[in-house]
């Protein structure tokens, strides 16, 4: 099996051994309708409506799409549009809370003998992968088992990127859920093998779920190298099967299911008693923070919630939501946070970086995990070469940051990807 | 709170920088640096402090006269410097040496843009240039440790590939050819310094051992064979002429030769065989600023060639020439 490029990149893991706690109870909390990739809910609530922990609010009749549920109890205040950070407007439902933090009363653990009942159980539970690129989970599970054949469900806990370590603390202290729901997703879908891939430095949580996993006899545990990208999906199935995603394909297309342990913890918690997606845990790190840790959050938490409550040395002058490779930088202190938020990194002391002329050192290429060529991708967008981008393969580019990371002249060439991407499905988009 | 910043991912950065990286390569080039001076006495270093000063100079002038932003402070410029002069006989005038700069500075580096832009190695091209231009002076060979022998009067040598080509003069030992005492180009003599800054430069990560590995065993190899599988005669190949300062310093030059390994390795060979072959068959007895620079010209081409496979990615198959 052939080794894929890799990028070592620092850990500063120094919240992995704090156990989760609570954040204080946020006064409002701004839920949008668009929590994944994927067709937006419409809100199926009214303005004023009194709504309770749990309780439905948005529901879409769109295929790639799951619900969103209250994730306090309180008034809704207002639906407005929100400018997410990806720049995009969502609906988004404003609940203020009124503190009683009352529980939604027709929550019930979902019945699920059938495949078709337990899929229809995820769906309803609003899960969404949440290691961050948020597929909702039931489409992922919804797999047509005449057409594909699945023999491995491989559960991620690599968490590859550096601060982040909610997937870590999912492991260390959920990991009976975690366990449960995976054994519970093999049976529902008849997925003979499961792998749980955790990269290498996680030592406590490979020794931990190793020895739980002895109960049951078709769960392994896999150690990962620790090399970024680890977590990518397609690299993911690569270390654990030796299986090549090719371009244009799925994880499925190989007889795999790629799922967050994160996501089938949850997933087990929603089948024994009914509460669907309505909080997640997220870790609060970065340059300024003293006491980095991880916190549980309501959905729809307000980023200065966040930062207002963080104990932090100064002011932060940068503030990325998720990890520090692919993470997005937040422009606006109200933007609420979503189910695929898995940290919060405040930053000070930004030093602008200005990129200088590429010395064609080949770093990025042998940082790319898709052994794609950065360096020249870059002058092919620059001279907007339709051709050459094809050639090259942008559109296998994940957009793990690798290649940014390591250029010594500080260009920014995954950004290029992004941007040459778009360039290439617009210029190659069927004229009307 | 502050203004926020907003940038596109990825929010942190590798320590690198391309001034480290030459700074690396300075500190690699500073053995040599100290052993030229031991062997060839201080004209060395006046040699190379002017190298590195017009180098630096021309740069300088050339961004403000083309109003570009100044790219003095990567270094780079000091690092061309420092090679030229490594690549140039003690006792070359002063002059020249600095017309060897403009060349490698102007007409190399700047005027195809600068830093990571040209497509041939400065140093390697100045020294053709000056060697072509000024071929009596540019063979003109002092005396190792002259100054330690008391011989005042700039004595004219021969280097150990020109006394195996000619067949005159004697030969220095191995153990001098190691450690440098023979005669040559400023910074090409001390091997056991070259290796040296050599190593650093794999163990800091700053170049890859398969150039080296790859051009210095393809000449090692073929001169095994030619000359009759004499160790010795490989042994004086491999340590005489420039090989081990060009294959460890010039052949791995990022902007002139191939990105991908595949296509390292396809350079290194080249270079390899153009050097035995110059060495052997042409009038010079020293091939590898030749080999080098004509391989840079290849490197177009061999990168076209070594493009890495994407992961996964499919081919499409040739649909014949329809445009």
Redo the contacts between chains.
Sequence with gaps: MSK?HS?R??HFSASAEQSTRKIPAPEVVAISMAQHIGAPCEPCIAVGDKVKIGQKIGDSEAFMSAPVHASISGVVKEIKDVMNVFGRLCKTVVIENDNKNEMFEGLEPPKCDTREDFIKAVRESGAIGLGGAGFPTHVKLGFDKNKVKIDYLLLNGAECE?YITSDYRELMENSDNVLAGIDLIMKKLEIPNAIIGIEEDKLAAIDKLTKLAVRYPNIKVQKLPGAYPQGAE?VLV?SLTGR??????LPSDVGCVVMNVSTAGFIYGYIKTGVPLVRRRITIDGNIVNNPANFFIPVGTLL?SI?GFADVRK??????LGG????????D?DTPLGKTNNAV?L?AD?V??TP????????C??A??????P??LEQAFDARDVKELQR??VN?CM?C??C???????R?L??KN?LAKDFLRAATAPKK | MNKLFVEASPHIRSPRTTKNIMLDVIIALCPALVASIVIFGYKAAVLTAVCVASCVLFEFLFNKIVKKPGTVSDLSAIVTGMLLSFNLPVDLPIYMAVIGCFVAIVIVKCLFGGIGQNFANPAITARIVLMLSFTAAMTTWAEPLAWFKGTTDAVSTATPLGVISSGEGTLPSLLDMLLGVRGGCLGETCIAALLLGGIYLICRGVIRPITPICFIGTVALLSFFKGGFDIEYVAYQVMGGGLILGAFFMATDYSTTPITDKGKVIFAIGCGVITFLIREFANYPEGVSFSILVMNCLTPLIDRFTSAKPFGAIVPKKEGKKE
């Design positions: 894929l990028v990149l620092p550096p397609k690569h090549v995603v090719q371009e244009g394909k200065h930062v002011q932060p002058d940068r503030i990325v520090p490779m692919m993470g997005s930088c937040a422009f202190p990194l930053f930004t602008e970086q200088t002329n590429c010395i064609r050192c080949g770093r290429v042998r790319c995990a898709a052994n794609l060529m360096t020249e090259l393969k296998l957009n940051g690798a940014s990371f390591v250029c010594p002249a500080k920014n995954a950004e992004q």
